[in-house]
């Protein structure tokens, strides 16, 4: 009953941008953190970026300073906005979200279907 739903990909342009959304069903954001991952052809699934309850947000590396991720709970929906792509951005991104636990604990992680994006030069 639990599901995730991502939107918003496609194929642009270096330089470009994109954003990505992400739909949840079956349960309502609460206080355990959510997830942007991708994984590129022929590697491992990566982790992108994460945003926590509070609004405190993380990324990789490769991204910082180029993608935001985000978060609307009253609509239930996670956003990836992408700016400044790169051929090396291509991928198909995943959302995932850790569903609350007893106690103060998270888990488990919850996964998207995928939604693919391309960056060509």
Do not use: H
């Not at 991502?6 to 941008?17: D, L, P």
């Not at 959304?21 to 994984?39: K, N």
């Not at 009253?74 to 198909?92: G, H, I, P, R």
């Not at 106690?103 to 960056?119: D, E, H, K, S, Y």
Request: charged residues 15%; proline residues 2%.
């Amino acid at each position: 009953q639990v599901q995730l739903v991502e939107s918003g990909g496609g194929s642009v342009q270096a330089g470009g941008s994109l954003k990505l959304s992400c739909v949840a069903s079956g349960y309502i954001f609460t206080r355990c953190r959510m997830y942007w991952y991708r994984q590129a052809p022929g590697k491992e699934r990566e982790w992108v970026s994460t945003i926590s309850s509070d609004g405190t947000t993380t990324y990789a590396d490769s991204v910082k300073g180029r993608f935001t991720i985000s978060q609307d709970n009253a609509k239930n929906t996670l956003f990836l906005q992408m700016n400044s792509l790169k051929t090396e951005d291509t991928a198909v991104y995943y959302c995932a979200a850790d569903l609350p636990s007893r106690g103060f604990l998270c888990g488990p992680r919850n996964w998207g279907q995928g939604t693919q994006v391309t960056v060509s030069s």
